[in-house]
């Protein structure tokens, strides 16, 4: 089975802090997301990457970046964290075979700025 | 953007019973996709139909696609206290990217 591993559960820090929220997935999938959910507004793409140091800009970009420099993690960083990023943040993997293929997900990390 | 919208937001049944999900989409697909999320946890993937298939079965899931009127079902028969659980659709049209709806809420009563 995919595993795909979020750092941490929950987190809580504070306004203007920079962040780091830290996803590994251990199938060598080519493709990984970001999301943030909230209620009422369902799944929002972030940003996502189809390759090592490659990435791309999801619905919701701004405010945050990514980073890409293995093939098994993929990190998200709110750069100086404000209190509308408190969310639900989830990370996805897929393979690189088209867009046939699910997305596997890790539990979220669920984030409060203070 | 939202693509897929789901309805009921809620639905709320007795065990044993039957319960459907509705997902609506505005623009031309490649598949779509349902997920459930139980409280606090993840989204894991339950099925996938294509753009030229029009029903699918898994187990107790019975999934329906019209790409005439932009919408899809989910069928959850013979329901039980574990699929208590929110339900998204994901639609993709290519890129690898899905676009999810805000979820249906099911609660299944003992």
């Known amino acids: 089975d995919v595993k795909v591993t979020q750092s941490s559960r929950y987190l809580v820090k504070r306004t203007g802090e920079k962040v780091f929220l830290e996803c590994v997935q251990d199938?060598?999938?080519?493709?990984m997301f970001w999301y943030r959910q909230d209620p009422g507004l369902g799944l929002r793409l972030i940003y996502f990457s189809y390759d090592v140091k490659m990435k791309e800009k999801g619905d919701i970009p701004e405010g945050y970046s990514v980073s890409r420099e293995k093939k098994e993690r993929f990190s998200l960083i709110l750069e100086s964290a404000s209190t509308n990023q408190t969310s639900m943040y989830l990370c996805a993997s897929s393979s690189d075979t088209g867009d046939k293929q699910p997305q596997h997900f890790g539990d979220g990390t669920r984030l409060s700025i203070l | 953007s939202q693509q897929g919208e789901e309805d009921p937001q809620a639905l709320s049944i007795q065990e044993g019973e039957n319960a459907t999900m509705n997902c609506s989409y505005k623009t031309s697909i490649n598949n779509l996709q349902w997920y459930r999320q139980n409280s606090g946890r993840g989204l894991v993937h339950l099925i996938l139909?294509?753009?030229?298939?029009r029903e699918k079965h898994s187990g107790r899931l019975r999934v329906t696609l019209d790409t005439s009127k932009k919408s899809s079902s989910l069928l959850i028969t013979a329901s039980r206290a574990a699929d208590t659980a929110s339900y998204f659709c994901?639609?993709?049209?290519?890129?690898?990217?899905?676009?999810f709806g805000q979820g249906t809420r099911l609660t299944i009563n003992p």
């Open positions: 139909i294509r753009s030229n298939e």
């Open positions: 994901a639609t993709s049209q290519g890129a690898q990217k899905l676009v």
């Open positions: 199938m060598d999938h080519e493709n």
